[in-house]
Nanobody, 127 residues
Framework: QLQLVESGGGLVQPGGSLRLSCAAS????????IGWFRQAPGKEREGVSC????????NYADSMKGRFTISRDSTKTTVWLQMNSLKHEDTAVYYC????????????????????WGQGTQVTVSS
């Protein structure tokens, strides 16, 4: 079964950057749509970004556009989320998720469509 592991979280000052990674052992992620989600304390989980199978499309939540970039590495076993210009409100646990569901057009940020989830990595933006 596909297992996802996130890494790269940590403490960063406002305006700083972090790069999160989502890795799978023994599987190529190229056949999965991969999504990044986040959950802040007391709030519901929300979609951040996604990249469709074989990188045919990407999607971002409005508040992340222009600041976050999702990509796959050449080995096809890791998906990256580059986060720039971080704000206090970006503080949350970030999760990656995967689905084999084929999505036509842009990939979806609806978390109920994703079947496999990692354990999450904490991102804290604080001065």
């Amino acid at each position: 079964q596909l297992q996802l592991v996130e890494s790269g979280g940590g403490l960063v000052q406002p305006g700083g950057s972090l790069r999160l990674s989502c890795a799978a052992s023994g599987f190529t992620l190229d056949y999965y749509t991969i999504g990044w989600f986040r959950q802040a304390p007391g709030k519901e989980r929300e979609g951040v970004s996604c990249i469709s199978r074989r990188s045919s499309s990407t999607n971002y939540a409005d508040s992340m556009k222009g600041r976050f970039t999702i990509s796959r590495d050449s080995t096809k076993t890791t998906v990256w989320l580059q986060m720039n210009s971080l704000k206090h409100e970006d503080t949350a646990v970030y999760y990656c998720a995967a689905t084999e569901t084929i999505m036509f057009g842009r990939c979806s940020l609806s978390n109920e469509l994703y079947d496999y989830w990692g354990q999450g990595t904490q991102v804290t933006v604080s001065s």
